[in-house]
């Protein structure tokens, strides 16, 4: 009887992820098929592959390659990534682990922030970065990260630092080390599990930005994955559809790599907690 419910537990969880994964399949599927193909055929398979539309794809825009768009995501989303990273872990461990006045009260403006819409800050932004002479640059989507503006980050970080006893910061000040260097030393190295978190929805979320990206970089060579895949549709409204799909599948690539990469530090860390005893 066990043995029948773990095979109907497992029939049940390979249904669900058939139906996650459908719209994946179906978007390599269509990848490969011509035109008429993709509105004709609803199966997932194509009848005939189709493979031109990667080649026309990737040169579909007159004077720019694919590849250049490719290049701003990679450049925007990996600094991206550093900059959230190393500035919101900072912010984090002053308010985790540092006393100063004002903290707490600081801290509820910082989780209050979150309760505000980011498209209302557009305007102030892009007003600001145009006097900067930023607007076309990837600045606008770099810098302001260094600030540590993603209070989601903080509050992850903030919340994991708290989970760390504070036997170690009276351990390593015994041993003479000062905020900076117990910092260094004993709450980065630990919280490697937060960083990673912070890493991977960092590049996720920058590297499928579009609304953003499509404000503050108005030129062709400057435009991102996202915001080059609406290239494809044409101002009559008429849609190469075979090479955006092609596109569309090789956009996911670098999000899935990353994320590969990083699993097993994510999981690793997760199970230990951060901490051996």
């Not at 990996?78 to 190393?86: E, I, P, R, W």
């Not at 996720?204 to 609304?211: A, E, L, M, S, Y």
């Not at 849609?239 to 569309?248: D, F, K, N, R």
Request: aromatic residues 16%; contains cysteine; charged residues 10%.
């Amino acid at each position: 009887m066990a043995r029948v419910r773990g095979w109907v537990r497992v029939l049940a969880l390979l249904g669900v992820l058939a139906i996650v994964l459908y719209p994946l399949i179906w978007v390599l599927g269509s990848s490969l098929k011509s035109p008429t193909e993709v509105t004709s055929n609803l199966s997932v398979w194509p009848e005939e592959l189709t493979w031109s539309n990667y080649s026309d794809g990737w040169d579909y825009i007159p004077g720019v390659s694919f590849g250049r768009f490719f290049w701003n995501s990679i450049v925007i989303s990996l600094a991206t990534v550093v900059a959230n990273a190393a500035s919101c872990l900072v912010t984090a461990y002053a308010f985790a682990r540092l006393r100063f006045w004002g903290r707490k009260g600081y801290f509820a403006l910082m989780i209050a922030t979150l309760l505000l819409p980011g498209h209302v800050l557009i305007v102030p932004q892009y007003v600001l970065f145009s006097e900067f002479g930023w607007i076309d640059t990837p600045l606008p989507l770099i810098l302001p990260k260094l600030l540590a503006t993603e209070a989601f980050f903080i509050f992850l970080m903030v919340q994991f630092m708290r989970g760390i006893p504070r036997e170690l910061d009276d351990a390593a000040k015994i041993d003479g080390c000062d905020p900076y260097r117990t910092f260094w030393h004993v709450i980065l190295p630990l919280s490697r599990p937060a960083l990673i978190t912070t890493a991977i929805f960092s590049f996720i979320w920058t590297w499928n930005d579009f609304f953003t990206q499509l404000v503050y970089l108005p030129s062709v060579p400057s435009y991102t994955v996202p915001v080059a895949l609406r290239l494809f549709i044409d101002s009559s409204g008429q849609t190469s559809i075979g090479p955006m799909l092609a596109m569309s599948v090789l956009s996911l690539l670098p999000v899935f790599l990353f994320f590969l990469g990083f699993q097993r530090f994510l999981v690793q860390g997760i199970n230990t907690s951060g901490l051996k005893g």
